[in-house]
């Protein structure tokens, strides 16, 4: 019996694969089932002082992703013996990864494309999972897909289940109850009430701030002593009636040295472009995103400190300065570019490889293991599902033949 804690990448792939081969499978989720298109009220508040965006719903931060499936840290993981070719066909084939069809392909992001290119920057279409033929390009993909036209691992869940997985949702786990020093259930809170669930093996999946909580509750004083987080500004200028906003976002993609661009809108551009009365349809913008270095500390009580070091700082500036370059050819006036604020939407490494699991995904307590962005042993500075799906597959198959 395989008890799951959480539902996003990690957890959704892994209550799938082990269901499915007829393995005795529990999960728990804090969060409700919700229809993905009420996603946008589930984003959690961390601290006052960080801008960290995840969700807490069947499915987590998932549902509110941009469906954008890239792979990350071969060559990192490879230093642990750990070799995902066979695990991301199988992933990717499995959610439908390919660059979107022409008909999804916006004006706005053609500039993108048309403008890198010019200036000699590498530039490609972004893998996604995103159905067209269910798509209604209204560039609301951060918000829950309304006509759920995009992969989310709450489909996962969903085949869990049939699979005859048993799903307790709005049920936070707390900490790990052990026999003769090793794990054999959760303690978790529900209706008001703390209840005891006993099991084979847990598999944290609670994502990187929470994984970290319940692994120092447990014991785990490592956990948590660093984090990444993908730092990202989004950067825009006046582009008269280009209406990007209603675009499918993030559908192109330039790869620098120490950033990823990629065309995105925000809701919160508006107020820092200098340009009177701007309206969303008249901007253009993008999504600089960056590595950044794991320092960082969740605290039990769930309070998550950030900070920033001066090559995260650099990073961000050459990418911001190259987004400038093509947001200028592709036709905005730069007098009008101003940015976001610096948020992150990637929390990770919270529980390393290396560091808190060894390659197998195991804790140094016995059959507790980690499966979720919290085990990335560096920023990927790029999308990370992709990487937790195959890494949750791994870990499936291993658990599957103990
Ligand atoms: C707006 C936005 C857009 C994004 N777009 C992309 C993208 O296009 N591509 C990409 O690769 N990445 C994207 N990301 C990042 C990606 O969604 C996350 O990196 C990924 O979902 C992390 O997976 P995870 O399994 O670590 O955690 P999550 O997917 O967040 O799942 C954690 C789950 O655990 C549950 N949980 C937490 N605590 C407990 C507890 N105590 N007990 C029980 N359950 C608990 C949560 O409710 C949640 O369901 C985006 C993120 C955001 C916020």
Same mark, same amino acid.
């Given at each position: 019996?395989i /008890?799951?804690?959480?539902?996003?990448?990690?957890?959704?792939?892994?209550?799938?694969e082990l269901?499915?081969n007829g393995i005795?499978?529990?999960?728990? #989720?804090?969060?409700?089932?919700?229809?993905?298109?009420?996603?946008?009220?589930?984003?959690?508040?961390?601290?006052?002082?960080?801008?960290?965006?995840?969700?807490?719903?069947?499915?987590?931060?998932?549902?509110?992703?941009?469906?954008?499936?890239?792979?990350?840290?071969?060559?990192?993981?490879?230093?642990?013996?750990?070799?995902? /070719?066979?695990?991301?066909?199988?992933?990717?084939?499995?959610?439908?990864?390919?660059?979107?069809?022409?008909?999804?392909?916006?004006?706005?992001?053609?500039?993108?494309?048309?403008?890198?290119?010019?200036?000699?920057? %590498?530039?490609?279409?972004?893998?996604?999972?995103?159905?067209?033929?269910?798509?209604?390009?209204?560039?609301? *993909?951060?918000?829950?897909?309304?006509?759920?036209? +995009?992969?989310?691992?709450?489909?996962?869940?969903? #085949?869990?289940?049939?699979?005859?997985?048993?799903?307790?949702?709005?049920?936070?786990?707390?900490?790990?109850?052990?026999?003769?020093?090793?794990? *054999?259930?959760?303690?978790?809170?529900?209706?008001? %009430?703390?209840?005891?669930?006993?099991?084979? +093996?847990?598999?944290? *999946?609670?994502?990187?701030?929470?994984?970290?909580?319940? =692994?120092?509750?447990?014991?785990?004083?490592?956990?948590?002593? #660093?984090?990444?987080?993908?730092?990202?500004?989004?950067?825009?200028?006046?582009?008269?009636?280009?209406?990007?906003?209603?675009?499918?976002?993030?559908?192109?993609?330039?790869?620098?040295?120490?950033?990823?661009?990629?065309?995105?809108?925000?809701?919160?551009?508006?107020?820092?472009?200098?340009?009177?009365?701007?309206?969303? +349809?008249?901007?253009?913008?993008?999504?600089?995103?960056?590595?950044?270095?794991?320092?960082?500390?969740?605290?039990?009580?769930?309070?998550?400190? +950030?900070?920033?070091?001066?090559?995260?700082?650099?990073? =961000?500036?050459?990418?911001?300065?190259?987004?400038?370059?093509?947001?200028?050819?592709?036709?905005?006036?730069?007098?009008?570019?101003?940015?976001?604020?610096?948020?992150?939407?990637?929390?990770?490494?919270?529980?390393?490889?290396?560091?808190?699991?060894?390659?197998n995904?195991? /804790?140094?307590?016995?059959?507790?293991?980690? *499966?979720?962005?919290?085990?990335?042993?560096?920023?990927?500075?790029?999308?990370?599902?992709?990487?937790?799906?195959?890494?949750?597959?791994r870990l499936a198959d291993y658990l599957s033949k103990k």
């Amino acid at each position: 019996m395989i /008890t799951i804690v959480g539902t996003g990448a990690g957890g959704g792939l892994l209550a799938r694969e082990l269901a499915k081969n007829g393995i005795e499978v529990t999960i728990f #989720e804090k969060g409700p089932y919700i229809d993905s298109k009420d996603a946008y009220n589930y984003y959690n508040q961390y601290a006052p002082d960080i801008d960290l965006l995840a969700t807490t719903c069947i499915g987590g931060s998932t549902i509110v992703s941009m469906a954008n499936m890239v792979r990350a840290l071969d060559e990192e993981l490879h230093e642990f013996g750990i070799d995902l /070719t066979a695990e991301y066909e199988y992933v990717e084939n499995l959610v439908g990864v390919h660059e979107l069809d022409d008909s999804h392909i916006g004006k706005g992001t053609q500039l993108f494309l048309d403008a890198a290119s010019e200036l000699g920057l %590498e530039v490609s279409k972004m893998p996604k999972a995103i159905r067209e033929d269910e798509c209604i390009q209204c560039g609301k *993909c951060a918000f829950g897909c309304p006509v759920d036209a +995009k992969w989310t691992a709450k489909d996962f869940v969903d #085949e869990a289940v049939e699979a005859g997985a048993t799903l307790i949702s709005d049920a936070e786990v707390m900490d790990i109850i052990f026999c003769n020093l090793k794990a *054999c259930g959760v303690r978790y809170a529900k209706d008001d %009430e703390i209840k005891v669930h006993k099991t084979d +093996k847990v598999v944290l *999946c609670a994502g990187a701030i929470d994984s970290a909580i319940i =692994l120092k509750n447990s014991g785990i004083a490592d956990a948590g002593r #660093e984090l990444f987080f993908d730092p990202f500004v989004s950067v825009g200028g006046y582009l008269k009636d280009i209406n990007f906003n209603t675009e499918v976002q993030m559908a192109g993609l330039v790869v620098g040295k120490n950033f990823v661009l990629a065309p995105h809108f925000s809701s919160f551009i508006k107020g820092n472009i200098p340009y009177g009365d701007v309206e969303d +349809k008249d901007i253009l913008s993008i999504m600089v995103k960056t590595p950044d270095e794991c320092k960082g500390y969740v605290h039990t009580d769930g309070y998550v400190r +950030k900070t920033n070091t001066i090559n995260d700082i650099r990073y =961000l500036a050459e990418g911001v300065a190259t987004a400038g370059f093509i947001l200028q050819k592709a036709g905005v006036d730069p007098k009008t570019i101003g940015s976001t604020v610096y948020r992150g939407a990637h929390p990770g490494g919270t529980a390393a490889i290396g560091k808190v699991v060894d390659k197998n995904l195991e /804790t140094e307590i016995d059959n507790l293991f980690v *499966c979720d962005a919290s085990v990335l042993p560096i920023s990927p500075g790029k999308p990370p599902i992709l990487t937790i799906l195959a890494l949750s597959k791994r870990l499936a198959d291993y658990l599957s033949k103990k």
